[in-house]
Each structure stands twice: as structure tokens, then as C-alpha cells.
């Protein structure tokens, strides 16, 4: 079957634009996780979906940032007035259920930069 | 606070040799453990994983162990092959604690 799917896979922007980013979990999966890699990092969790509802948003660096989830499915994630510093690879994720017990399915990621 | 420790950022195997990448973990609630490998340009994918029951789980050439006592986890890979040439993710989590995520170990296989 498919899996999770991003769009678009890279994106460049000027600093101050806002950029959506878009994930397409597996069909079924009722958990959706965001997360960012920065050159030379780790993965840093950003926003946890359990179906439409967020009961994590603990790693969203600042109020920039803001995610929302549609129909228990396509999740969209905003940075409004972008930075250089918000510059990498976005990652997205979902699981059959949620939080640590099942494993994650990731998507190709989105890298953006930001000029 | 990092709850999962890579601390190896890279590591060199000679091909037919074994690889260990190493991880560690300082939150006791976490009870299931899991392996990803990323390749460039795209998303990390699950390779192994271990419940805290267990202390050792083998796939193939892959085998993850387990020690509760001193919170950590290890990735055995035999043989090496110059395909096993990625990134390695170290993951922990659990019925009430999201999946974290290690830093990363960067395998390089050497023909």
C-alpha cells in the first residue's frame, strides 16, 4: 500500500513568507507525528496528532509555528513569517496508534530553506 | 534534557566485520526500543525493535540488546555490507511516553 507521502519535497522561500507544508499519513493510521532535522542533528519532535486533536505540541519552537490535522487524515504544518534558523528537512510520521508502543512510518521529508 | 543518547556521531566497519552502534536512555518509563535507518533524502525506516521483556531480538543479520540495569541498547550488525551505509536512529518510547529519538550515528562501511 502507500505510505506517507510529503509534499512538496523541497521548498525555498524568502525569509518573512509563510510556508505550509502538507503530509498524507498511511490510510489508517490514527497517529501523526512532525518532526525537524537540522544540518548535523537528531530528529526533533515537533507535534503529536491523535486523530484531529494535538495532545503534544511541546516541541513547536515558537507560536510561528502551528499545525492542524483533517479528517483524522492530511495533517498541514504553517511557519508564518519564516526564519533562516527554520531552515530543514520536516519530517512526517504516522502509526496505527499513538505515542511510544508502535512503530513509525516516515515520510521522504520536506527540506526547506530559507533565504 | 536529551533522554536518548547517541554518542558515537560516526563510525567506520570494514566490510564482512561488525558493526555496534550504541545507545542510551535515562527515562525508566520507556519499555519498547527501536532502530531506524536513514539513508540521504529520504525518511528514516524501521529496522528493528525490542520490548522491555526482552533483552535480546534478532532479524537476519540485525540483532538489538537490551540492558534495563544500565539503560541501554545496542545494535549488532553481521556482516557488514556497504549497503548497511547510513544513518542509525536509536528510538525509545512506551504505552504513556512519545517516541524519542537519538541523534544519530553515522555508519560508514568500508569495502
Known amino acids: 500500500g502507500a505510505g506517507v507521502s510529503q509534499s512538496p519535497s523541497n521548498k525555498v522561500t524568502e525569509k518573512g513568507k509563510d510556508v505550509e507544508l502538507r503530509c498524507d499519513p498511511i490510510?489508517?493510521?490514527?497517529?501523526l507525528y512532525w518532526y525537524r532535522q537540522s544540518l548535523g542533528q537528531g530528529l526533533e519532535f515537533l507535534i503529536y496528532f491523535q486523530g484531529n486533536s494535538a495532545p503534544d505540541k511541546s516541541g513547536l519552537p515558537s507560536d510561528r509555528f502551528s499545525a492542524e490535522r483533517t479528517g483524522g487524515s492530511v495533517s498541514t504544518l504553517t511557519i508564518q513569517r519564516t526564519q533562516q534558523e527554520d531552515s530543514a528537512v520536516y519530517l512526517c510520521a504516522s502509526s496505527l496508534e499513538g505515542l511510544g508502543s508502535y512503530e513509525q512510518y516516515f515520510g521522504p521529508g520536506t527540506r526547506l530553506t530559507v533565504t | 534534557d536529551q533522554q536518548v543518547k547517541q554518542n558515537s556521531p560516526s563510525l567506520s566497519v570494514q566490510e564482512g566485520r561488525i558493526s555496534i552502534l550504541n545507545c542510551d536512555y535515562t527515562?525508566?518509563?520507556?519499555?519498547?526500543f527501536l532502530w531506524y535507518k536513514k539513508y540521504p533524502a529520504e525518511g528514516p525506516t524501521f529496522l528493528i525493535s525490542i520490548s522491555s521483556i526482552k533483552d535480546k531480538n534478532e532479524d537476519g543479520r540485525f540483532t538489538v540488546f537490551l540492558n534495563k540495569s544500565a539503560k541501554h541498547l545496542s545494535l549488532h550488525i553481521v556482516p557488514s555490507q556497504p549497503g548497511d551505509s547510513a544513518v542509525y536512529f536509536c528510538?525509545?518510547?512506551?504505552?504513556?511516553?512519545?517516541?524519542?529519538f537519538g541523534t544519530g550515528t553515522r555508519l560508514t562501511i568500508i569495502p
Open positions: 528510538a525509545a518510547g512506551g504505552v504513556n511516553e512519545k517516541l524519542t
Open positions: 527515562n525508566s518509563m520507556f519499555d519498547y
Open positions: 490510510s489508517g493510521h490514527t497517529a
